[in-house]
């Protein structure tokens, strides 16, 4: 069964993704800050992860960029999540490794479709 970990300092948004992932398939871990999510990385690296960008303690930008040095850490398909609407934040996102991006709020469609899209169903 393929993996994902959930990062987002928000346990209503980690609910939603894990139910809408869990009904495409995957096994969900989750994480509420990119420090706790590279723990659960060195412990066993995910197929793929849903990251939000505005955390406390670690961002999703720092986190990524931490994941991608990691052995094996260029492997999982990245989605970002974001309320960040401009292009600047999305073009740096993309650039530190993201494979792809979610507005939020999102939906089933949205999720199925973006991971479609990098090739995880």
């Known amino acids: ?3 994902c970990l959930v990062v987002d300092d928000s346990s209503v948004i980690r609910k ?10 995957f096994q969900i871990t989750e994480a509420e800050d990119g420090e ?3 723990e659960v ?24 960029g931490n994941l991608r040095r990691m052995p094996g850490g260029d492997q999982p398909k990245v ?5 960040e609407n401009d292009v600047a934040h999305i073009a740096r996102a993309l650039h530190a490794g993201a494979n792809e ?3 939020k709020p999102f939906d089933k469609d949205i999720v199925t479709a973006k991971f ?3 090739g995880l169903i």
């Open 1 to 3: 069964m393929r993996t």
């Open 16 to 25: 939603v993704a894990r139910r809408i992932l869990e009904g495409l398939d």
């Open 36 to 38: 706790k999510a590279l």
């Open 41 to 64: 990385c060195k412990r066993a690296m995910p197929d793929a992860v849903l990251l939000d960008w505005n955390m406390p303690v670690m961002d999703g930008y720092e986190f990524l």
């Open 79 to 83: 989605v970002f999540c974001t309320t």
């Open 101 to 103: 991006y979610i507005m």
């Open 116 to 118: 479609q899209e990098v």
